[in-house]
């Protein structure tokens, strides 16, 4: 993501933070992040990898890709409610409005803006811990059943799709747009307005994509699941899937968006959405049991 900015391929933004308003600038991402991490305890995928699922024919992963649409559409419709607003007195009446914006937008941060040090510094350093994580997972979980590569492997195709992204459309890669983009299209085909709007379908064509390819590559190679094919009842599939993108959409992204995406451009957002991925994932299976 620097070596593309640094050569003018890709402007590669930082991911700007989901506020609520409700307690914090970075509530939506909190949140939003939590609520992502619970869908993926449900199903055992994110909104880019249930694509992955169904293409293979996982069960599991046609009712979860289920939730995802309607979770996207139900975010499309319920989100604007979730911010924060204040009432004001408009001729005698009480009518809620949203709080003023501020006057100019600050830009997104980013570790190199809130640490002051050099970039490549900054860089270093991260790709350091970065490397310090997947040493000390490999350590822990050496192997994984069924996989057809190991996951550093994987790791850096996804990097090699990263950089295959940037090169071709000059975007970073994220699939939960997608779902609201879908949501959209469906709102506006049952629309009574005869007001038509172009919707734009970027990340739709994105989605089908890496539905288009993992069919492709599982029909031309028998590609096991890693880990087994996990036994994930119907109701359980589609909540998840409502949870995961709906959160997605609530912290302005999803795993490929601010996982591989926003952290990559060293996002503040992002790695507030990765840490909050992480706790509500980890903190409802411990509530699971």
């Known amino acids: ?21 409700w307690f914090h600038s970075h509530d939506g991402n909190i949140i939003g992040g939590a609520l992502l991490g619970v869908g993926m305890a449900l199903t055992g995928a994110c909104p880019g990898t249930v694509l992955v699922q169904v293409a293979t024919g996982i069960q599991s992963g046609y009712y979860a890709l289920g939730g995802g649409l309607l979770g996207g559409f139900l975010y499309l419709h319920l989100g604007p409610y979730l911010k924060r607003t204040k009432l004001i007195v408009q001729d005698s009446k009480c009518e809620p409005c949203e709080a003023p914006k501020a006057k100019q937008e600050m830009p997104p941060r980013t570790l190199i803006s809130c640490c002051s040090i050099k970039e490549y510094n900054v860089v270093l350093v ?3 811990v970065c490397l310090a994580v997947v ?5 822990v979980k050496p192997s994984i ?13 996804i990097g090699g799709a990263q950089a295959s992204s940037l090169a071709l459309t000059g975007n970073a890669v994220g ?28 990340s739709v064509y ?9 069919y492709l ?17 119907v109701g359980r599939a589609i909540l998840g899937g409502v949870s995961m993108v709906f959160g997605a959409r609530m912290a302005g992204g999803c795993t490929s968006g601010h996982g591989i995406s926003g952290m990559s451009t060293l996002s503040v957002s ?7 991925i992480f706790a509500g994932g980890i903190g409802f299976t411990a509530l699971l049991g």
Do not use: H, W
Request: hydrophobic share 40%.
């Open 1 to 21: 993501m620097v070596l593309a900015r640094r050569l003018s391929i890709s402007e590669c933004k930082p991911r700007s933070n989901s506020t609520l308003g």
């Open 126 to 128: 991260f790709e350091l």
């Open 135 to 139: 040493l000390a997972s490999a350590y």
């Open 145 to 157: 059943s069924n996989s057809l590569l190991p996951p550093i492997a994987g790791g850096l195709l």
């Open 175 to 202: 699939v939960s747009t997608a779902y609201e983009q879908i949501g959209k299209l469906f709102s506006s085909i049952f629309s009574r307005s005869s007001k038509k709007t172009t919707i734009p379908l970027t």
């Open 206 to 214: 994105f989605a089908t994509g890496i539905v288009a390819g993992s």
């Open 217 to 233: 590559l599982s029909s031309l190679v028998p590609i096991p699941v890693p880990g087994g094919d996990l036994p994930i009842s």
């Open 270 to 276: 992002s790695i507030v959405t990765v840490a909050s």
